[in-house]
Structure formats: C-alpha cells, structure tokens
C-alpha cells in the first residue's frame, strides 16, 4: 500500500461520477428512481469522500504540489500531454468546492426532478458534467484541463437543452454551445501560442519559479508573446464564466432545470474561467495589460449585469445576472492581483449562489412552477424553510458581515482600491454594484417573500418542498454564514488562514502583500465600512420600494421608461448580436457561399462543361445528315486538304516529296 | 513466385472471393445473402487485425511485403506492403464494412445480391489502395473502387442518384487521368513501376522513390511540379479539397446509407492517403513550393465548408461539407510538413472515418423512418429513440473536441 | 508524239467532270458513272506517265484499277437495285436513313 494510497489513485476522484454517469445512462432507463438516485447520489458523494481523503493526505504529507503522470495520452515529436493530476492548495478548494456543492445538489435534485420525465437521463448527464469538472480542476497541463473544458460545455448545452421539446430550451442549449467554443477558439489559440514560446504545455515545467523568473515582464501597451497569450486564454474565460461580451447564454441558460443552474452556472462551470485564470498567474503576472484587460473587463461585466438584474421579473434571471455581476468581481480581483481573493469569492459564491438558485427552485416547486416574481408574494409564511436559507444567502451576497459574502467582496474592493491602474474607478465601480447587488437581491426576496400574495390562492396550493430538498438548502446556508470566517482574524489584526493556506500558489505573485501595519488596517476597515454601507443603503431603497411604498417602484418604472425598457430588454444585446452577426453571417453562407459559389459557381462550371460537350455534340450530329452527296462534298474537300498539306507545308512536303524522290 | 508473408493478399482477395460465392448463389433468400456478406465481412476484420501485431510500433518502413512478378513489359508487379498509416486506414475500412452491411440490412429490398457483392468488391478495392506499393497497381486498385461506388450510388441511391454517380465517376477519373499521366511519366523516366523497390528473394526490382531520393534520377523543378500537381489533382478531388468538392454532397446526398458511410468513411481518406504516400516522398521539393497555396486552399475550405454547412436544411448535405471542413484539417497537417501535424492528421483521419460513419448511420436511421431529410421536419424525433441521440452528440462532439486540437496542434 | 502534259491535263479535267457530277448529281446511277468517269481519268493518268517514263507500272496499275471498278460497279449496282426496290427512288437525298 503505497503512503497516499488515495493520491497515488488520484483517477477515482473524476471516475467516480463517470462510472454513475455510464450506468445511469445505458441502465437506467427502466430503473425506478431510487436505483437512478442511488448510482448518481452515490458516485457523487464517494467522490467526495474520496477528496476529502486526498485533501488530507496531501496537507499530511506536507508537499506544495502533489502530481501524478498517469499514462502518456499524445507524444508527438518533442510534445508529450500526458493524463497528469496534480493537487495543489488551489486544487484542494476548488475539488473541495465542486464535489461538495456537487454532491449537495444532487441531493437536492432527486426531490426537485421527482417527477420529470428523463429522470435517469438527467442524472447520467449531471454526473457526466462532474467528471468533466473533476477532470478540469484536477489537471497538471492545458491539454487535459481544455478536455474537461470541452466536456463541461458540452455538459451544459445536454442539461440546458434538457427540456429538448421546447425550442427555446434546445436554442438555449446551442447557444451557450456555440458562445462558449467562440470562447474556445481564443483558448486554443492562446494554448498554441504557449506551446510554440515554451514547447510544453505542463503546468509544473510552465510554471517553475527558476524558469518564470527569467521572463522578461512585458510592459504597459506591449504585445509581446505572453500578453497575447494571456489575452486569448482570457477569451476562453470569457466564454466559459460569461463575461462582456461573451455572457449571452448564461441568461437563456436557466431554460435548464434548476439544478443545472445552480450547479453549473453557478458554483462549478463558470467559474472554471477564473480558475484558468488563477492557475495562470504566473503568465498574467509577467503581462500587466493582460491584467488591466481582466480588471476592467471583470469591473465593467459586474457593473453591466447589475443593472439588468434591476429590473427582470423572472426571479432566475434575476439570479443569472447576478450570477455574471459576481463572476466580474471575481475576475476584477484576478486583474488587480488579488488572486487569492479572487478564489475566495469564488468559493463563498458557489455556497451562496448555489443556495439561491435552489432556494428559487424550492420556490418555484412551491408556486407549482411559476418563475415569474410579479406572480408571487407573500410566502413567507408558507415556505418558512426556503425563506429562511434564501434571505440568509441574500445577505451573504448582499455583503452584510458576518456572512460569507461581506468577507470576500470586501477583500476584493479593497484590493482593487490599491490597485495601481485606475484603482480608484474600479473600486468606484465595483462600490457601486455592491449597491446595485444589495439593492436587486432584496428586491428578489421582497417581492417573492413579501405582501400580498399576487396569485390566486386557489388555484396555487403552495406548499413547503421535500426534505431532499431543504436538507442542502440548510447545509448551504450555514456554509453562507460560516464561510467567510477564514478571514474574519484579520479584522482583529491576526492572520488571514484563507490567503496563508493559499500562500505557497500564489504567494510572492500577489500585489496585495500582507502588510497589515496598522495605517493600512485602519483603512481596511474604513473601506469595509463604506462597503456594508453600500449594501445596507441597497437594503433600504429595496425595502422602501416593495415593502412600504410598492406603487412608488411601478411609478419609478413608468417615469424613467426608456432606461427603463433598455434595462429589461438586457440593453437589446442579443438583438445587436444577432443583426450584425448571426444573420448577415446566415446570409452569406447561405447565398454568397452556398448558392453563388458552390451552386451556381463550381457545379456551374461542371455542369456547363457537361452541357457543353452536349452542345458540340448536337451541333456537329448534324453532319451525320444521311446525306451521302454531303458525305461526298467532305471525301473532296478532305482530299484537296490531304494535298495542300503534301504540298505546300513545308514538313509535311519534305517527308512526303521526299519519298517520291 | 510470391515472396513474403500472405496476410496482405489474403486482406485484398478475401471480400472478392466471398462476392464471387455470392455472384453464385440465387438472388432470392435475402438473409442468407446478408449472412454470408456480415460474416465474410466480419471475417476480414478479424484478419486486419492481425496486421496490428504484424507491424511493430516504432518500426519504419514497409512490413509483411509480398511481390510477384506480373507483368514483364511494362514491369507491372504484385508488390504490397503496410505501414503505420496504411495499417490503421485498412482497420478502419474492414471496421466500417461489416458496419455497413448491417446498416442495410432491412433498408436494401431489391437486387440484395448484387448490392452486397457491390459492397464486398468496394472493400477490394479500397483496401488494394491502401496495400499497393506498386503504381500500376495503385491506379487498377484506385479505378477498381470506382466502379462499386458508382453502382452503389447510381442503383440504390435516391432521387437524383444517376446525375449524382455520374458526376461522382467523372469528376474523380478526371482526376485519375492525370495521376495515370504522372506515373506513365515517371515509368518512362526511371523504367520502373514500383513504388519503393524491393531488394530481396533474388528479386532486385529499383523503386521510383529510392531513385528519386538517392539522387540516381534527378527531376527538373518545373517537371517536378508539373507532376507534383497530376498527383495532387487526382487526390484532392478525392479528398476533397475546395474547390474541386462539388461532387461530395451530391454523391453522400443520394447515395445510401452504407454508401455514404464506406465514402465518407473510407474513400475519403484515399486523397489524403496518397498525398501522404506519393505526393510528399516523392517530390518533396515542389510540394514544399507549394505548400502555401495548399494550405490556403485547405483553410479556405475549412472555414467554407463549416459556413455552408450551418446553412443546409438537407441533414446529409449538412453532414457532406462538414466532411470537406473536417479533411481540410487533415491536408493541413500533412502540408505543414511538422512531425506533430503528421500525426494529428491521421489520427483526424481515422476519428473523421468513425464518427462520420457513424453520423451517417444515425441519420440513415432518421431517414428510414420519416423518409424525409430535411431537418426542419425531424423536430422531435429524440423521443421516439433515446440512445440514438445519445451517441448522435458523443460522435459530434468528439469529432468536434478531439480531432481539432491535435491536428491544428503544431500548425502555427 | 503528244507531250505528255496534254494527256495529264486531259486526265485533269475528265477528273474534274467526275467531282463536280459526284457532288451535284441526284441520280444515283448518274453518280456510279461520275465514279467510273473518275477512275477512268485516273486509269489515263497513268498510262500517260507509264509511257512518259519508259517503265511499265503504271500500266499494271491501271488493270489492278480496272478490276476493282469492275468489282465495285457489280456491288455498286446490286445496292442499287435493292435500294431502287425499297425505297422506290433514285434519288440519293431520299436515301438518309442514317441520319441522326
């Protein structure tokens, strides 16, 4: 038995779920649901157990970075990928994160899609989708990572497009599909990029201190061949985590069930884009404008999707786009240096966010599938479990300390305030969507929770969800409440356990150094203070709005129409799109392309050809008149011809006069 | 008489000897034809995989050679050989033969017979190409799957099935012409047939390629590019390379299913093939001169043909460009001239051939029960067979994941 | 004796009869003749030149040349004949059955 027999079989972890997937997916068609529940509830949980096993050993055995070669998939020449894992501290918080928050949801949805059709085709691709993550989060070269990539949105597009009789459901599928692999084109790009500078493509050579310290750190506005890189495997983030410009899908993403929702645009897919990202920090950190891209996109997507999420009345597009707004800030933190930040916020989002979209699935369950919030109202009473966990994760996203929001977005604004580049207006931003996140969530809650109910009590019995579905609402919610405190010491001056632990990843890389001197700290808290006052100054204008005065909010609406519509038309984005993209490009595939070209150009021309030797056939049939004085008049000519030749071309004469000599 | 091994002779004339057997049975008991077909056919692929031990990985060079002296003037000779990349093509086309065979089972009702012994003598032929070390014997083996596939196309082909195998026979013997013209060429040059000599067994027959790399015959560069191109028009037809493509669509669109499987499966990799085995070995110089223009024509048809591929409301037309899209890749590999891009093209070759064969099934399978093609009407359809659809996406989406970043890998 | 210019220019223009009867006569029998006309000038070609040159050659020739008009004229007329019997006509435009 090897010492870390759990590290040493590393595979199991991504297997696990592959293996619930295979048998749910060819077995499981005519199993009842508690055999479908037990394959994938128990391959999700045993892999999760089976991190856990790994996270200890690996903090046992006291190693930085812990990686395996399991068997060499290409060679080609000098390149090797091989199926390499590595555990590092970052891998231990995302693995943690996604089999956790996994397993949770699948729990979770065994009560939720009780009583769809498919079932077992739900839990086969739910657990396909762990696999690919697992897969992803635990790679040691791009290579494998891109595969898990792929796999997690090829994941997507099968559960989004779950309900594929609904066109909107099966167009919802493709386009996150197609927005991602426009993502992944950049991604592949910026691999090849890294493979032609650097001939490998393997995190650990990639990343050696020794090796990273002879690169030359590519100045502000300098394009050199890390900037681009970092650039274009920014463009796979975008796609994949739903940043400007690429985020359309993540909204017509919640045609999906919604558990897809929570699990994959919420907690684990998306925010594979940060973790490229991070795990990249050695290469971003050498290219400042790469950086600075980062920040500003990060900045500008969270403010963006915050003031759709203003106005949108179905309470899960509410939550995608504040699924957008908080992937903005974690990459506003990556661009600012605050990688461990960064991570933070992701790891508390996925607890909070996670809640949330189950707590509206729980809802929504309740409401007999209403998703409309001008619908509902008034159930507080009546679902006191689900309203107690959503209000605890609408604090917790709100920022209101001590939640596990408060924690890491604070980190996060206060990095960014320091930040160097435009520090200050990213900071002003990012304070402002604070605001506009507290504002909206409370909003959320007021409206679904709150007043009168707005739907006919008759017909809706609205009734409080199974067990299997409030028992990880619970354990999220108290993730949400615990989650931030790995921090909480530093607001008394004492360590920060979150940003030591992932000290040896990141460490001298971040420009957040710890220097807690006691001016600095003073600051720190002040900042955080403007924070919580944001979010509470949110709470209020939510409260005034839907509580006491509710016809004020409708007033608002109706006074400030045009900004109003733009904002819940989501700035008519996917319009733009489709004018200035998807159809002129229809348009001339179909018609420049397809018809001009291949049609009517290249068969033209074949088919010409053929008409052609048709058309000289029939013209020269003609000569074949049947007419022998015709066929007599052409003996002659072709006679006088054979002689004129004879004798009057010079070759011809010699070689023919030549013989009568 | 015939030196070497006799696995290869066994894999060419194996489905000519089970067409014969049916050629001489009563057209009537169809299962029985069918049997026999699925069985000789599965038989096939059993012994090609044997050639899996018969070539060590690592080696270079042709293995289990045989060679028979044919003809004495012009010294045409039986040589065959196998190497790393004929090897996985000729798996992959005694693979894709049995699949076929029961693909048509139910959907071929008449003239079975014939149809099968079509489909056995297709097999012939392709494999032939694939083992032929000697030129002539290419071009009989490259002009003997010609005939098959048009019959397959022109009898049990769909509505516009005629026009559509016409234009298939002569679009690729027009290309064939020419790459007849180059080896003529070439026999008048060096005196010799053979592709790459064979010195052994008192038999001392010089190879057109040993001679033009040893330097004993040297060719002019504007000859050499003159045949460069005979060579290279006759395959890219084949491949096909935009924009010599048009006659894909319509051939894959008529044609039936176990037709489109084998041409997309297999005679699709016979372009690349010979790019790979005579165009570069051969004139190295003029293929590196014109690598560019190649490369060019390659990207254009890879960006076309997925464009024009999105708009195809014909789920076989649809299928057909994403196969010139798909192969543009490949002739992008093999024209990158890298190590890598080599490797990435043939193992895009042989994941092209699965996962197409396979889409083609699935839609053969959406074909025999709505009869109709157009994808606008075939909404729905998932329900009525659920792992169908399944494994429809995991072709797809491997074909889309897999292939793509290991070709383009070193192209750059 | 007469130069010999005089029989080759005489050949000529018997030749020359023949072509033009060849081409515009419509009588079927009219054209066999033109054909005997031209055969004939050709057979006084040569025995101009036989003569003209001291050797006999061309002068066998011109048997070898008389036979097959002879042959030819026998064949030429059964076609004839049967022609005239089906097809109720000499006129050679009428005969175009293997017209495409």
Known sequence: MPAHPMLAYLWIIPLLPLLGSAINGLFGAKWPNKFVNLAAIGSTGLSFLCALEAVREFLDSGQVLFRKEFFTWITAGDFRAGFDLQVDQLTVVMVLVVTGVGWLIHIYATGYMAHEGGYYRFFSYLNLFMFFMLILVLAANYVLLFVGWEGVGLSSYLLIGFYFVKKSASDAGKKAFIVNRIGDFGFMLGMFLLFRAFRTLDFQTLFDAQHAAGWPVEAYGQFGTITIACLLLFMGATGKSAQLPLYVWLPDAMEGPTPVSALIHAATMVTAGVYVVARSHILFTHAPTAMLVVAIVGCATAFFAATIGLVQTDIKKVLAYSTVSQLGYMFLACGVGAFTAGIFHLMTHAFFKALLFLAAGSVIHAMGGEQEMSKMGGLSKKVRWTYATMFIATLAIAGIPPFAGFFSKDAILFSSFQSPTGGRVLYAFGLLTALLTAFYMFRLIFLTFSGKPRYDEKKVHVHESPWSMLGPLVVLAILSVIGGWFVLPTFFQGPDYFANFLGPVFGGHESMEAATEAATHQFELILAGVAVAAALIGLAVAYWLYIKRPSKADDLAKSMKPAYTTLLNKYYVDELYAAAVVRPLLWLSTNAFWKATDVAGIDGTVNGIAHGARAIGDGVRHSQSGNTRSYAVWVVVGAIVVLAVIFFWPVASKTALGFVR | ?412 | MVPTNYYVILSAVLFGLGVFAFIFKRNVITIFMSIELMLNAVNLAFVAFSQALGKLDGQVFVLFVIVVAAAEAAVGLGIIILIARNRQTLNVERVDLLKL
Request: proline share 4%; charged share 10%; with cysteine.
């Open chain 2, 1 to 412: 008489m015939l030196s070497g091994g006799h696995l290869l002779s066994v894999l060419i004339f194996f489905p000519a000897v089970g067409a014969v057997a049916l050629m001489l049975l009563r057209g009537d008991d169809h299962n029985f034809i069918r049997s026999i077909t699925v069985v000789v056919a599965v038989a096939e692929f059993l012994f090609s995989l044997i050639l899996l031990r018969g070539v060590p990985i690592g080696s270079s060079g042709y293995q289990l050679e045989e060679f028979a002296k044919w003809i004495p003037a012009p010294p045409i000779h039986y040589h065959v050989g196998v190497d790393g990349i004929s090897m996985f093509l000729v798996i992959l086309t005694t693979f894709l033969t049995p699949i076929s065979v029961l693909a048509s089972w139910n959907s071929i009702q008449h003239r079975v017979k014939e149809f099968f012994v079509m489909l056995l003598m297709l097999e012939v032929g392709v494999v032939g190409v694939f083992l032929s070390l000697d030129m002539f014997l290419f071009f009989l083996f490259w002009e003997l799957m010609l005939i098959p596939m048009a019959f397959l196309i022109g009898i049990w082909g769909h509505d516009r099935r005629v026009y559509a195998a016409v234009k298939f026979v002569l679009y690729t013997m027009a290309g064939s012409i020419l790459m007849l013209v180059g080896i003529i060429w070439l026999y008048n040059a060096t005196g010799t047939f053979d592709l790459v000599g064979f010195h052994s067994g008192g038999v001392d027959v010089s190879g057109v390629q040993e001679l033009l790399s040893s330097g004993a015959l040297v060719l002019e560069p504007r000859t050499e590019m003159l045949l460069f191109l005979a060579f290279f028009v006759a395959f890219a037809i084949k491949v096909p390379l935009f924009p010599l493509h048009t006659w894909l669509p319509d051939a894959h669109v008529e044609a039936p299913t176990a037709g489109s499987v084998m041409l997309a499966g297999v005679l699709l990799k016979l372009g690349t093939y010979g790019m790979m085995r005579f165009c570069l070995p051969l004139f190295p110089e003029a293929s590196h001169r014109a690598a560019r223009w190649v490369a060019v024509l390659a990207i254009i048809g890879i960006i076309y043909g997925a464009l024009v591929s999105l708009v195809q409301p014909n789920l076989k037309k649809l299928v057909a460009y994403s196969s010139v899209s798909h192969l543009g890749f490949v002739v992008l590999g093999i024209f990158a001239f890298h190590n890598i891009s080599m490797q990435g093209a043939v193992y895009q070759m042989l994941a092209h051939g699965i996962s197409t064969g396979a889409l083609f099934l699935l839609v053969g399978m959406l074909y025999d029960r709505r009869h109709t093609l157009r994808s606008a009407s075939l909404a729905g359809f998932r329900r009525q067979c659920r792992s169908s659809r399944h494994s429809f996406f995991s072709w797809r989406s491997l074909r889309w994941a897999c292939p793509c970043s290991t070709a383009l890998s070193a192209n750059s």
